[in-house]
């Protein structure tokens, strides 16, 4: 069941993406009563057997089945185990993935809490996603001149279905979510888990632990972690 659970959580896209996969559950972190999160490392290989093997620390809000990849301190929460390590070496590299992903499981706990404390407008919402879902520096300066005209309707209509699923999805209408910080968050980690079309499942997976979907919501990330303490003087189009 928890590693149907990974499955669903990237669409299925583990078994199609050519590649072997496991999952391991280590321990619950709770935002409120109602709103968990579970804490998985997930090791994903290739077929034939000639690629590394890559950990990952991957934690999943249970509630919508959405994964919450982020880097934390410098800890990019995955490791890659080459095939022709030694035992010895890949012992040494399994202790020195538990020891981040111990650290970052509670880090990230404490941190979603508070986040799930710290209000933000709707409006300071709509901002940080339009920083967050840029995809370059020239709409980031747009943004900031207000030259909305020159704003792609691809990128605008991106904008638009993340807000709406920012304020409309019934799990960004928990105390946790609503007008939080960890609502915003979850708001552009969301609309990729549960609102984006992808090509196929290889894609969608592909996107959320290594690609587009994760850099999206490491800018998110970020800006939340800023907006926490600095308030909406984070939220700067640079």
Known sequence: ???????????????????????????????????????????????????????AFTPIRIVSNNTLNAAMNNHSGAIKIRHTASATERLKQAHTLMGISKSLGGEFEGLFNQWAKVRITDAEVKKLIQIAMAPNKEVLENLAEGKLDLLSTHYTNIVDNVY???LGSQTQQMDTTAGTVFGAYNSVTG?????????????????????????????????CRDFATQGSEALIYN
């Open 1 to 55: 069941m928890r590693q149907a659970l990974v499955a669903r959580a990237v669409n299925g896209a583990s078994r199609e993406a050519g590649a072997g996969t496991a999952s391991l559950i280590y321990r619950h972190g709770r935002i409120s009563v109602k709103d968990w999160i579970e804490q998985y490392l997930f090791l994903t290989t290739t077929h034939d057997g000639l690629g590394s093997i890559t950990a």
């Open 164 to 166: 709406e699923y920012a």
């Open 191 to 223: 609309y990729f888990q549960n609102v984006r079309s992808f090509k196929s499942g290889e894609a969608k997976f592909k996107s959320i632990m290594d690609g587009t979907a994760k850099q999206r919501a490491q800018t998110a990330f970020n800006l």
